[in-house]
């Protein structure tokens, strides 16, 4: 069914209280999880016919809206005449307006909101999901950054729409998110200007590092577990890229090494993969090269002088935080002084562009010292600052309660601290690049990339946009090839820009496996950029 996806996951927080919303007429299962999710941090679950979700983190002061038995009935309804949100049953719903904790609550019939189809600008699915987010929106006197807008990126929508005041009322976003969406589009779109719609992105994966973080959603591995397969994943990664680069006759515009963390491998190893990487014809010419040297704790000389000498100039050093009881809470094994140290090394070295990744909201830090630690990299001048909210994916060792507990509704810490940062950021002559949001941030916070003029990542922009296509190497990699004005929207996601169609071709996650399978790997990958076909 279109818009479906199964969520058996029980949420932790079940204590009774939830929300239903029930579907008439359509089955956008996830276009309603993802507002459901938005509002009660907590995982809904799909039933048939209806939308279940947990709402015990949001009942307190609400009690009134729910039924004696716990329950928020909401009917989201499509005919052929209308789409309509209504919340079922009479409740005490405040009107609105009128402060939920004033002293006059009164009853008022069900609150509800229709469109006529007729009248209808957006997508049924985006109307869906927009009226089932103001509907909640009034009733539990509860609002969010980005609005409606979740699952889909902001700098897409941007560029529907002709002013930020129309992505106000239209998705409830937020004044200053809607400037920082439209400021952000237009340099994603000045970088995108530079790179043709049928060049191709590569990205090789490493998908193994020294531990693994807390809150990690990734596939890495932690290597010290794994030392005696890395040799055996670097040749067979290095056997992908000989079978399939010389089938592929697009031009490669970018390269990016990413994982995991590819500087984990030892130096002789590392080394040994970086030279049979770029002795590929087809990357002589790319515009960009990037690698990840994401843990400090990973860096060494011979490791960055292999890079330079193989003419890499641009690295990612990934602090995430510069307090070292966070680090050390969330499972790095690494210093603020290790991030410092390998810092001052790669500038010696001659790396001109830098990029040091910050995230807001990691499990028990404070905002002043998220403030700290984005002073500091400031002082340091990277060429690219990437600050990321926490979110929380089912692969990741932090509980959900961990991470509704870090992002609390009421005290807004991790809003603080992106608001912090894109101020800060700015005023220190960064600007924002590109951006995106992911599903499972607590309140829908975004990511973005800043860098100082010249800095910007192509690769990242590309990947992010879903405007061009990507050819992953390694376990894990997500193909994906971009059809542009193909007038049909078929992304697997359901979001992609209005009139783009995109196919994606998945590899195998399992770093064994794949190193066993790697040759039919290839194969499927010379047909699918090959071919005209989904495989
Ligand atoms: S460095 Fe990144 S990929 Fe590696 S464990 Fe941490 S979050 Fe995961």
Redesign the pocket.
Known sequence: REGRVVMREMTELNTGARIVVRLEGHAFYYPVSDVLRLFTGAIPREEEGRVVCDAASILPGREELFSEDGVLTILSRVSEEWVETVVEEDRKVPEAGKDRDGEVISIQSAPQISISRKDMDLPVNREVKRQLYFLLSRILKMSFPWGSLTGIRPTQVARELSSEEEMQEIYGVRSDKAHLAFLTKEREDAVLSETPSDALHVYIGIPF?P???S??S?I?QEAPRKTEILPAYVDAVLMELDLVLPKITSKIETLYVG???PTVLPEVLFEKFMRGVLSHPEFKEVKEICVEA??PDTITERKLAVLMELGVRRICINPQTLCDATLQRVG?KHSAKDFADAFEMARKMGFSVINTDLIAGLPGETTEEFCSSLMRIIKLRPENVTVHALSKKRRSSLSRKEVVRTEDHGTKRVEDMLSFSSQKLIEAGYKPYYMYKQKDTIGGHENIGYCLDGGECIYNVAMMSDLRSVLSFGAGGMSKRVFPNSGKENSPKGTPAAGVRIERCPCIKEPTQYITDVESMAERKIRFFQGDVHL
Request: proline share 0%; glycine share 22%.
């Open positions: 590092c531990s693994r973080c809150y990690c990734f890495a994982g995991g963390t994401g843990r790095r």
